[in-house]
């Protein structure tokens, strides 16, 4: 289990820098947040410094004096007690290997320098929202089992004496056609208050009683004839099943052929399946996270990287085109200049989502186009499938949408309000050709529409 984040600060950083400069201010940076900071100038100091007190997140350099940062960040993974502390690679080496490399090392994420500070902050919240959300996860997974132990223990000790048994058990022989000898039904031969409670019947309800089909009729009719299937084959049956009642529960059974029939011992597993559903739904939640942008709630650049290389793989073997648009904000560091930075992550943010919205259900026969920030303003349409001529309709929708957001703009030199230029490019992609292209074509065609003027969009095709 790790260790609790800070209750004092908002998290225990550890900085990594050969540079003092970076790392002072990166440092003053974090501390003026509410961060506690450490910084160390070499790999070897960074890793007597973990063994001291434990940070919640590393921020590491790439290129150091004799350990840099990949071999820093194998030794401490490679440690069982700090593997887990989530490093963020920090780093003016902008190559695909190099990013690849840190991710291959062990590192979470990759920031490249110069970083925006709304980035690193955001990527920083990202790691310890996750961080927390494990702790929080583990504990109750460990007090599960901590719970379940003591109860397996209890019906350990008890398992001679079938009645105080706390599994259920129960007996049950086949009931056969005279003339056919298929089996038809199970006679219960013996039950215990457990088995028998977990149908809501007394034992004496079920003892001697052709009632097993019906019962299961309730639960699982094809759990019938997989009981049949274990007498008939002597095939063991395990598995978990749903009893729908008052207070719905989850069993795990284990049937084994006892001669002409079959014994079953059943466990309530209700509280575990309802662990194992809510850490689903977590994981759910983190991957959401790790994927997402914090402040405009579109995909991130990770997911972009990642979607585009799957997408480009798919369509070399389709032959289909594949479409991207790349656009970005026009004069908006006047805007957060003149109406301040909260106003511009405001309108970063209604931006992003109305592009979001004019991009979702295009044609409900295909999957949702991915729109994500790449960097700063500047965000990316990933369109799959689309060729040049539908990817600029989906860039006029994007103009549209933008214009009746109409945002404020009045330090603009093209409108008085919020526009965008866009660059479109379209490929078929093939073997002889990286994804790369894609974006440089996309990136050409979008400082073409800045030349013209902004507010417009251009093609690369």
Known sequence: MNPDLSPATKGNILLVDDLPENLQLLSDLLIKLGYTVRSVTSGRMALKTVKVKRPDVIFLDVKMPEMDGYQVCQTIKADQEFRNIPIIFISALNDVFDKVKAFESGGVDYITKPFQVEEVVARLESQLTIKRQQRLLEEEIIKRKEAEEVLYQSRALLSSILNSSLDGIAAMQAVREPSSGEIRDFRCLVVNPILAKAFERTREDMIGKLIIKKLLNRVQPELFYRFVRTVETGESLEQDIYYPSIEPRWYHFVAVKLGDGFAITIRDITARKKTEL?????????????????????????????????????????????????????????????????????????????????????DLRRPIDLVARYGGEEFVVLLSKTNLEAGVQVAQRIQQAIYRLAIPHIKSEVKEMVTVSLGIASMIPTLEVQSDQLIELADQALYSAKKQGRDCYCIKN
């Open 278 to 362: 809510a850490l689903q739904d977590a994981n759910q939640q983190l991957q959401q996270l790790a994927n997402l942008d914090g402040l405009t709630k579109v995909a991130n650049r990770r997911c972009f990287d990642a979607r585009l290389q799957q997408e480009w793989q798919a369509l070399i073997r389709q032959q289909r085109p594949l479409t991207l648009i790349m656009f970005d904000l026009d004069g908006f560091k006047a805007y957060n200049d003149y109406y301040g930075h909260l106003a511009g992550d405001d309108c970063l943010f209604r931006v992003a989502q109305a592009v979001y919205q004019s991009t979702r259900h295009l």
